[in-house]
């Protein structure tokens, strides 16, 4: 029961490590208003948890989208007066695109997802969090974010950014006594891993020369793990601070 009671808010909740989160977290007696943009998922979601200490409430959002931005925190405040942890996890791949080949459309999409939403949803949640005077902040970055050759061109510069808004937020608002974190996933089984149609071969044969040296791949839940710690208050005394969960993948 580490997150008894505490109001949750968390992007990117219908798959993966945000769906392995909410659970989690809904287990440890949080309420996780759970946002994501396919509603059928985040009602399964929901029914899982339904025997749980805690409880998770679909919102049905995109964090390209201001409105859905202010009205999952709007939720939040009015229903529960306070917002006492905000899960940034929604992110999005760039096809392993680089600088020859990636467009306008795609780089826009991947920073507006990875990096505006980030910072709308810090924005529009530390408000309520400074007149509280609590609060934990944790995004989901990547290896990408610390190495170069971890994915596409965007999708690097992106987590790049996630790590430095983290830092940031840590620092300035400590005072208040905010704490912002993120967690560096390196390899996860989860949907997103996918490649998909168009990608660029060439970036993704480079990043498999790395991939030969990958001890195991991750799993969602243990990610949710790592999440878990950071949210709650057992890391009270961790700021501004980047835990990278690879399984060992980046000590090479």
Excluded at 164 to 173: L, P, Q, S
Aim: glycine share 12%; proline share 2%.
């Amino acid at each position: 029961m580490r997150l008894e009671d505490k109001i949750v808010i968390l992007t990117g909740a219908s798959s993966g490590i945000g769906r392995a989160t909410a659970l989690r977290f809904a287990k440890e007696g949080a309420k996780v208003i759970a946002m994501a943009r396919r509603k059928e998922r985040l009602d399964e979601l929901a029914g899982e948890a339904k025997d749980f200490a805690g409880e998770i409430i679909p919102y049905v959002g995109d964090v390209s989208k201001d409105e859905d931005i202010k009205g999952v925190v709007a939720m939040a405040i009015t229903k529960y007066n306070r917002v006492d942890v905000l899960i940034n996890n929604a992110g999005i791949l760039d096809k392993m695109k680089t600088a020859s080949d990636i467009d306008d459309e795609l780089w826009d999409k991947i920073l507006n997802v990875n990096v505006t939403g980030v910072m709308k949803m810090i924005r529009e949640v530390i408000p309520h969090m400074v007149e509280q005077k609590s609060g934990s902040i944790v995004n989901t970055a990547s290896v990408g974010g610390l190495f170069g050759g971890r994915g596409g061109m965007a999708y690097v510069a992106s987590k790049h950014a996630v790590i430095g808004m983290t830092k940031h937020i840590g620092f300035e608002f400590q005072e208040y006594g905010i704490r912002c974190n993120a967690v560096a996933p390196g390899s996860v089984a989860t949907e997103v891993f996918g490649t998909g149609e168009g990608v660029n071969q060439s970036v993704m044969e480079k990043l498999n020369k790395g991939v030969a040296v990958l001890p195991v791949l991750g799993k969602a839940e243990e990610i949710a793990n790592v999440m878990l710690f950071l949210a709650s208050d057992e890391a009270s005394f961790v700021n501004g601070a980047v835990v990278v969960a690879d399984g060992g993948w980046t000590a090479f």
